[in-house]
């Protein structure tokens, strides 16, 4: 939930510096906001996700055993042959993928929300301008939640499929023969196309749609229970 904290951080920031006036803030203010929540967000998660993939690789396989790392030993080897940099190895597509993928995230579940809004407003006249907007229904919430996830893992996932690629290649050379971002990307789309690009983003998506439905419930009542 931390990211949904700072997309409430911005979206202040966006009323008390940008759009004083504006409440509540259009859709395009929403998806902005999204996209800095999650580009600061980027920042965290790259060391992260970085010993997360160091973690699944294994150090030495044979046919009889596969050798792999703890975190700590995973944590020292990579301060040891990056320094603290390294850590960062792969931010490029972290910041992208989040960047992009929380804007699309919160802007497609603000988008959907508004449009079963539009979609009770045009079926009921009896609700006063000053009222109060009601909650939405549970089923629509979590649909709203759902296509949200679906936007976020799917419009961004092959700078993610880069990402985890960069983050899983070997560590044992020098420094500057790390592979950059659309280097790698563009090998992997010699090797393999747009198929590459989005291997594993149907199990991906599919297991998103799920997750975001929940979180955003939760995040909309909380939102409504603190207002």
Known sequence: MLICHKYRLAQDFVRMT????????????????????????????????LVKCRMQVPLSA?????????????IASVYRQRGLFGFWHGQLGTLIRETGGSAAWFGSNEAVSLAFRKMRHAKSSSMSSTDKEPALPLWQQMTAGAVAGMSYNFIFYPADTIKSRMQTEDFDGAASSRAKFFDVGKAIWRQHGLKGLYRGCGITVGRAAPSSAVIFTIYESLKRHFA
């Open 62 to 74: 044979s046919s009889h055993t596969v050798q792999l790392p703890g975190v700590f030993g995973t």
């Open 18 to 49: 940008i759009l004083p006036n504006a409440d509540p803030l259009p859709l395009t203010a929403l998806v902005a906001c999204g996209g800095m929540s999650g580009a600061s967000t980027s920042l965290l998660l790259t060391p992260i996700e």
